[in-house]
């Protein structure tokens, strides 16, 4: 069983940065895939990147290409999610999940972090 725990959200200004991580714990992640969902008040969550651990594979939403980069530390068995040129719409609770596949699709993850806030004001 793998536990996640998602940190670094907060409030930031438009055209700002953040970088958030998700740190594992109970199982290495080196056989699985990560991704990053969000989801904003009154939307379904969707699917914001993923990495495949063995290989760095990476898969990012149209979204958010060339703004985010999905990045991963062996040693420290933590997924990385910067975030540069943020948005308004770019507000919402962000997640962070583990997959024996390397997908975009929620459905495919097993387990799932508890979420952290970014709110992106204008």
């Known amino acids: 069983q793998v536990q996640l725990v998602e940190s670094g959200g907060g409030l930031v200004q438009a055209g700002g940065s953040l970088r958030l991580s998700c740190a594992a714990s109970?199982?290495?992640?080196?056989?699985?895939?990560v991704g990053w969902f969000r989801q904003a008040p009154g939307k379904e969550r969707e699917f914001v990147a993923a990495?495949?651990?063995?290989?760095?594979?990476?898969n990012y939403a149209d979204s958010v290409k060339g703004r985010f980069a999905i990045s991963r530390d062996n040693a420290k068995n933590t997924v990385y999610l910067q975030m540069n040129s943020l948005k308004p719409e770019d507000t919402a609770a962000y997640y962070c999940?583990?997959?024996?596949?390397?997908?975009?699709?929620?459905?495919?993850?097993?387990?799932w972090g508890q979420g952290t806030q970014v709110t992106v004001s204008s």
């Open positions: 109970g199982r290495t992640l080196s056989s699985y895939a």
């Open positions: 999940a583990s997959s024996s596949v390397f997908s975009s699709t929620q459905g495919e993850y097993d387990y």
């Open positions: 990495i495949r651990w063995s290989g760095g594979r990476r």
